[in-house]
């Protein structure tokens, strides 16, 4: 459905995108995950002919994004971030206003702001629909402007942080709404929060400083970045050194780090490989009669790969901020 | 072509909700009036000459105030994306604003038959002279506002957007003419074809000549296609 190849963005000396080349399966709900500034909305906005890109090509259902552009327009709905809107405008005229540009028929047209407004409850409170753009509320506006991206049914809705300003409530709704909506849509969401996108899409893409560093379901990338397995465990009994020597001698352990906490030492404890080593631990510290008031087994979670990928991308761009 | 239109109405809308468009029509109405019985008060004449010359120069500060938000208010507020992700062309979106702009203009110089009006009650308007004038004026507008349009494409502040537009403008209706003044040759001569006071002076007179006409529509095609092409770049850079 969407199909993009190194794709690269200079403005002016700055490198927004770097090369990126990716592919999207019509149906599939895409989340582009990355920190602030990684080169999210710049791609999307290539998506959307807003910006051509500097070099690569990219395609959506087909079309060119360039030599195309009105035909790749006419199978995209995309929600700007900040969602922009006419702030003096009513929203049935906004929407009205919207559909008429969009091609569809008049007749059709008030049918089809209907449908996005049950679709996006704006219906709903009635006067809503009457309301000023201007006078509505941030989450309203969301609603809105997702309403404007639906207008014409889409092949392809493309959502620059649609979760974005919301409270917990509305943000729990819009992510329903999109999963909803992902049943007839192929979509694309931007977001700089993981637990969004590991929620409602299956499709994850990580891009930091305008590259892509992971591709892949929740599940692959989970699989891809797990860290080496760690052993935390909290002791009494003996010196922080001592403890440490002792723990690093026991069978498969690589590595162990030491943090005093009160009278107590905390070490975090890397296995090799994928082992647990929580049993030899224990044994070991019963042997030596130390007392012991916590172990626990982690694995590295995506979480963590996403803080280590965007701590990068910031050293990276103080590193560049120096030169 | 139907989109021209959409957007054309949505520009229109617009200016009914933005307490400017009524600040700058009242401000017309009273500057024009004022006037148009100075004049009379004064000159003791009822020509419509003084009346079509005066509301000329003061459009030069009306239609930029009036157009400066065309685009420079889509690109500060962002709508500019949703409007350029639509399948509309660039071509479609400046000239649905040039339209919506151009009938307000319109209507402002509509409000000013009532003049002619009087004139009427009172004495033997020349109809001609009358149509000629209103004719120059609507050209002159559409020369003003393409401008403006255009100023407005370069910048997303209003303000400067403005000036900009002011300053294109007068360098046409005012300067071209203290050059003219200055009689400096060869620079006179040249100012003197660029000068649009010289042709609209033609249009106040009830003269009609080809000449104005052809200058103002196509300083007006000039500028729409430079709007264009500003819009166009933006993509670009």
Same mark, same amino acid.
């Given at each position: ?41 710049? /791609?999307?906005?290539? $998506? /959307?002919?807003?910006?051509?890109? /500097? ?55 008030? %049918? ?6 049950? &679709? ?7 006067? +809503?629909?009457?309301?000023? +753009? ?27 942080? @649609? ?117 030899? +631990? ?24 996403? +803080? ?16 | ?6 957007? %054309? ?16 029509? =009242?401000?017309?109405?009273?500057? =024009? ?80 038959? /009532? ?8 004495? &033997? @308007? ?15 507008? %559409? %020369? ?33 003419? $203290? ?18 006071? &010289? ?17 103002? !529509? ?5 500028? !729409? ?13």
């Amino acid at each position: 459905m969407i199909d993009v190849k190194h794709l690269t963005k200079w403005f002016g000396r700055v490198l927004a995108v770097d090369d990126i080349s990716f592919h999207v399966e019509q149906g599939s709900i895409v989340g582009f995950l990355g920190p602030n500034g990684a080169g999210k909305s710049t /791609t999307l906005k290539v $998506l /959307t002919c807003y910006l051509p890109a /500097t070099s690569g090509k990219a395609t959506i259902a087909g079309h060119d994004v360039l030599t195309e552009s009105l035909e790749v327009r006419r199978n995209v709905g995309y929600m700007p971030e900040a969602v922009p809107l006419y702030e003096e405008m009513r929203v049935r005229e906004l929407l009205m206003f919207r559909a008429a540009l969009r091609d569809i028929p008049r007749p059709e047209r008030q %049918a089809a702001v209907d449908r996005v407004a049950d &679709r996006c409850w704006l219906s709903k409170p009635q006067d +809503v629909m009457r309301r000023r +753009v201007g006078e509505l509320s941030r989450g309203y506006k969301q609603r809105v402007g997702l309403a404007e991206a639906m207008l014409h049914n889409p092949p392809v809705l493309v959502l620059d942080e @649609p979760t974005i300003g919301l409270d917990p409530n509305q943000i729990r709704a819009m992510r329903e709404l999109i999963k909803e909506l992902g049943q007839d849509h192929t979509i694309i969401l931007s977001s700089h929060i993981l637990a969004e996108v590991e929620q409602t899409c299956n499709h994850i893409i990580v891009i930091a400083g305008g590259a892509i560093v992971a591709d892949g379901t929740p599940e692959e990338l989970r699989k891809k970045v797990l860290g080496p397995s760690q052993v935390v465990a909290e002791i009494k009994g003996a010196e922080p050194a001592e403890l440490a020597k002792a723990i690093a001698a026991v069978e498969g352990v690589r590595n162990v780090s030491k943090v005093p906490v009160g009278n107590w030492t905390r070490l975090t404890i890397e296995c090799d490989g994928r082992s647990d080593r929580r049993a030899e +631990v224990h044994r070991l510290v019963s042997q030596k009669g130390w007392e012991l008031r916590e172990l626990r087994h982690t694995v590295g979670s995506l979480e963590d790969f996403f +803080v280590q990928v965007t701590y990068e991308q910031n050293m990276q761009a103080a590193q560049r901020m120096a030169q | 072509m139907n989109k021209v239109f959409t957007l %054309a109405r949505r520009e229109l809308t617009a200016y009914f909700f933005s307490p400017i468009a009524y600040i700058i029509g =009242a401000g017309f109405l009273l500057l =024009a009036a004022g006037w148009f019985f100075l004049n009379i008060r004064i000159g003791g004449e009822a020509s419509l000459r003084p009346l079509f010359d005066g509301m000329a120069i003061i459009m030069v500060l009306a239609v930029p105030l009036l157009t400066m938000g065309l685009l420079s208010r889509e690109f500060d507020s962002g709508t500019i994306e949703t409007l350029m992700t639509s399948p509309v062309t660039d071509a479609e979106v400046i000239l649905g604003k040039f339209l919506g702009v151009m009938v307000f203009y319109l209507a402002l110089l509509g409000t000013t038959l /009532t003049f002619l009006g009087l004139m009427a009650a009172y004495g &033997r @308007p020349d109809a001609g002279v009358a149509f000629v004038g209103y004719l120059g004026m609507v050209l002159l507008g %559409a %020369a003003y506002v393409s401008v403006g349009l255009f100023a407005s494409t370069l910048t997303r502040h209003q303000v400067l957007s403005a000036v900009v537009a002011i300053a294109i403008i007068s360098l046409f209706v005012v300067v071209m003419g $203290l050059i003219v003044r200055l009689g400096v040759r060869p620079w006179a001569d040249l100012a003197d074809r660029l000068n649009a006071m &010289r042709y609209f002076k033609d249009f106040s007179r009830g003269v009609l000549d080809t000449r104005g006409l052809l200058y103002f !529509l196509s300083a007006t095609a000039l500028f !729409l296609f430079l709007s264009v092409k500003t819009l166009e770049s933006r993509r670009w850079r």
